[in-house]
């Protein structure tokens, strides 16, 4: 499982989906970037 992270600088914002990411950043940020980021810890 992964988890797209974008990093506001004082603070984190984490979605679960890369969609999720674009449509937030569409409207709030348009030249920001999210990263994928594994989720470590037990499989689903």
Not at 20 to 44: C, H, L, R
């Amino acid at each position: 499982m992964t988890v797209w992270i974008y990093d506001q600088g004082d603070e984190l914002k984490v979605f679960a989906t890369e969609e999720a990411a674009q449509a937030w950043i569409d409207e709030n940020d348009p030249e920001g970037v999210a990263f994928e980021y594994k989720v470590i810890g037990p499989p689903a």
